[in-house]
């Protein structure tokens, strides 16, 4: 059975720079539009099931929410719906911005 994988921040940038792979931010709404990583696509759960059924399943994700629980919820989730490579950011978009300065 495939898991997902728990990274730093710093690892999931490294990755988001040398592969092609996705940025899923999954805060609300507000706060998504607020302030976001360009490279980031909004998943919610309104739009959850399109991208289950659309996105290709080798595609590797790099899930990220407030502060690193969630998104381990929603990283189990995507592989529990096949997904083949999923990775859950330790520190969640708190993290994310310290990197980014």
């Known amino acids: 059975m495939n898991t997902y994988k728990r990274i730093s921040a710093k690892e999931a940038k490294e ?3 040398n592969n092609n ?3 899923l931010d999954i ?3 507000h706060d998504y539009e607020e302030s ?7 998943l919610s759960g309104d739009n ?9 399943k ?3 994700l790099l899930v990220l929410c407030y502060h ?5 919820q929603i990283a189990e989730y995507l592989i529990e ?8 950011i330790d520190g969640g978009y708190e993290a994310w911005l310290k990197i980014s300065c």
């Open 15 to 17: 990755i988001l720079k």
């Open 21 to 23: 792979c996705l940025l």
């Open 27 to 29: 805060r609300d709404y």
């Open 36 to 42: 976001h990583d360009p490279q980031s696509f909004h």
């Open 48 to 56: 959850l099931p399109l991208f289950i059924k659309t996105t290709h």
């Open 58 to 60: 080798a595609t590797p």
């Open 68 to 72: 690193g629980n969630s998104s381990q």
């Open 81 to 88: 719906n096949d997904f083949l490579e999923v990775y859950s």
